[in-house]
């Protein structure tokens, strides 16, 4: 054993705690009792934590724990202001992951947790106890980034940042809106929930402008001086939207040294900390966002409002028996994504299977790939391979990954195919 894994084989052992060491003689340590894993959040990494957990140890008994029993995937919400989807096709449910790999689904939420005790308290009065906990709960909003935006005012001028009814009342504020009217989409800085998918919404609305309003304009009023796949974006712009030209549908502005400040609702304008006010018909505001506030709640987070893991297995830097992943737990330079909360639930999956059998966790390798759609027949995307270094710090691996390559229409077609079937692969291999 080298001295690096000799030390991971240990952190991992002592995470699994005293009373684990006497007498079991490297059997498993639940041959006879059964371990029981409890997943909280049914999304991307949730549920595939849950699903291979099974696949790896059907030993393990394991509950996941999710409020609604349908779940709409943010993967694919974007399409709606296209015309190319709808929220049915966009609804996933738990039934295979239930039928098909014995997952006990209790569909209710946490409202809090002992770790002490190891015991959750559901909103519905159950109390649940657990070997390990597995946390994905996702996202919540900062609501004091912007004066005036608040989840009130949402209701009114919808994020659509966790797909559901958001997402339809935008794309039909989007559809009532006057021909030459102007999107506002105001795009918070990083790190957040999926770095392309505001400039993919651009992308999706002004395609359907194009056809039904086409004097109308979408100005992305950005925190950051620059955003995933720009060139690519800005490329698809231009072919597609007129990007660059005075009769654009898009227009990108950094307010990365005059943030916004000031939603005035009754005016539909949104202030910047030097006075600009940029007026809208539809405002799509994106806020800054944290871990969701279970994670907060529970002393999860740390100063940056994201959960600190130790990255091989997902432990909670704040708890041995907590694992978190997915969006709420900090994974960077790994983006916020489907794919990397999937890639994430695996290798956190072979952890906590390594930790309950007493055998060494392996080396862990995680994947992200960020699909996007410019036009129905224009794909992009962007890929990333990374590994532990030295410092036992998530790295890019060197060579792996990329963007695609400058489009012509043959790639760029392509790619739009990829897109559909990435995300459908996505979805059975998560839910199915
Ligand atoms: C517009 C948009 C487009 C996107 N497009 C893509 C894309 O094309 N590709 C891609 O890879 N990613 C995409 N993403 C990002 C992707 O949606 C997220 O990264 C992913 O959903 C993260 O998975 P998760 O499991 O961390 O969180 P979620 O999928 O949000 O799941 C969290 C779950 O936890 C549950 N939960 C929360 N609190 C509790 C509680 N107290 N008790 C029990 N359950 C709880 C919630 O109900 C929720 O179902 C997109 C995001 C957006 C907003």
Redesign the pocket.
């Known amino acids: 054993m080298t001295g690096l894994s000799r030390r991971r084989f240990l952190q991992g052992f002592a995470g699994v705690g005293a009373g684990v060491l006497s007498g079991c003689g490297g059997l498993p340590f639940f041959s006879g009792a059964k371990a029981h894993v409890v997943v ?7 549920a595939t934590a849950a699903k291979y957990l099974r696949l790896l140890d059907a030993n393990i008994q394991v509950t996941l ?4 029993a349908k ?1 709409i995937t ?2 694919g ?2 399409w709606l202001f296209a015309g190319l989807a709808g929220l049915d096709q966009l609804t996933v449910d738990y039934q295979a992951l239930q039928d098909k790999y014995g997952i006990k689904l209790l569909i209710d ?2 409202s809090s947790l002992d770790a002490g005790q190891r015991r959750l308290r559901l909103a519905g009065g159950q109390s649940v106890s657990y070997d390990r906990l597995i946390m ?4 919540d909003f900062r609501w004091d980034a912007m004066a005036g935006y608040d989840q009130a005012a949402a209701e009114q001028f919808p994020h659509a ?1 966790q797909a559901g009814p958001q997402t339809l009342m935008l794309a039909r504020q989007l559809q009532a809106m006057p021909d030459g009217g102007v999107v506002l989409l105001a795009v918070p800085a990083d790190p957040y ?2 770095p392309p ?1 505001p400039y993919e ?1 651009a992308s999706m609305m002004a395609y359907w402008l194009k056809q039904h309003k086409p004097r109308s304009k979408i100005l992305i009023l950005d925190a950051k001086r620059s955003f995933s796949k720009q060139a690519l974006f800005e490329a698809g712009w231009t072919k597609h939207y007129g990007y660059g030209t005075a009769n654009s549908l898009i227009e990108w502005h950094s307010l990365a040294d005059n943030p916004l400040l000031e939603l005035d609702k009754p005016n539909r304008v949104l202030t910047s900390e030097f006075g600009d006010r940029f007026r809208g018909d539809v405002l799509n505001i994106i806020p800054p966002q944290t871990a ?1 506030y ?1 994670a907060l709640q529970q002393g999860l987070a740390d100063s940056t409002g994201w959960c600190p893991v130790r990255p091989l297995t997902g432990q909670s830097l704040f708890d041995d028996f907590i694992h978190v992943i ?3 737990a900090h994974y960077a330079p790994i983006p ?4 990397a ?1 999937n890639s994430e639930a695996k290798a956190c999956a072979l952890a906590v299977t390594s930790l309950l059998n007493q055998t060494p966790v392996p080396e862990a390798h995680w994947l992200n790939t ?2 996007s759609l410019i036009a129905p027949d224009h794909g992009i995307s962007v890929a990333g391979v990374y590994k532990l270094d030295a410092a036992d710090a998530i790295a890019p691996v060197k060579g792996a990954g990329g963007v695609s390559a400058r489009a012509d229409a043959q790639v760029a077609a392509a790619e739009a195919d990829y897109t559909r079937a990435v995300y459908r692969n996505l979805i059975a291999d998560t839910f199915g």
């Not at 909280?40 to 949730?46: I, L, N, Q, R, T």
């Not at 994905?136 to 996202?139: D, L, V, W």
């Not at 916020?336 to 794919?339: E, G, I, L, V």
């Open positions: 909280v959040g049914g999304g991307f990494g949730g724990i999710e409020p609604k779940y943010c993967p919400s974007n939420r946490v994905s709960p996702g996202i940042w929930r999926c998918g919404r969701a279970i997915g969006d709420a916020k994504s489907a794919f909360a960020c699909y």
